[in-house]
């Protein structure tokens, strides 16, 4: 049967595993690193945040309230983080589009216009979105660049 198996492999050129393609993606140092630096930038600013990191499907990686940050903010990072990653923009970009008039965005799955989230993106690739919530929107983005600046170490 073995024999039969490496037989067809190599008629069909069929190599093994190795050649499958390699993904990146968010380990936990890499959430570390980013949470640190959240988390610094929000303590350099005097404010209190929800962090909020997600993979590049949306899915939940990490989320931290800060303890005076609005309850209303554990939702609200988890979204911003999810438009970032899911449209590959921050998510500032999806409130303009509904200040210049496109309110069908609305409808889009994964959409929330309020800035704070900003994807993660390495050698062109979508690995996911981080967002903070709780102050003022362009500071929650700032807080959020912050993170991604240590990550990418800029």
Request: glycine share 8%; net charge neutral; charged share 25%.
């Amino acid at each position: 049967m073995l024999s039969l198996l490496l037989a067809l492999i190599s008629l069909f050129g069929v190599s093994p595993s190795n050649d499958l393609p390699t993904k990146k993606y968010l380990d936990l140092a890499a959430v570390k690193t980013m949470v640190a630096a959240a988390e610094a930038e929000a303590k350099k600013r005097n404010v209190d945040v929800t962090i909020c990191i997600v993979d590049d499907s949306g899915n939940l990686l990490f989320l931290q309230k800060g303890d005076a940050a609005p309850i209303n903010t554990i939702e609200f990072a988890p979204k911003k983080a999810r438009h970032a990653a899911m449209y590959k923009s921050p998510s500032k970009e999806g409130a303009d589009a509904v200040k210049k008039g496109s309110i069908e965005a609305l409808a889009f799955p994964h959409f929330f216009p309020n800035q704070g989230g900003l994807p993660i993106v390495a050698e062109g690739r979508i690995l996911g979105g981080i967002a903070a919530s709780g102050a003022k929107s362009e500071i929650d983005e700032a807080i959020a660049q912050a993170a991604l600046d240590a990550l990418f170490k800029k």
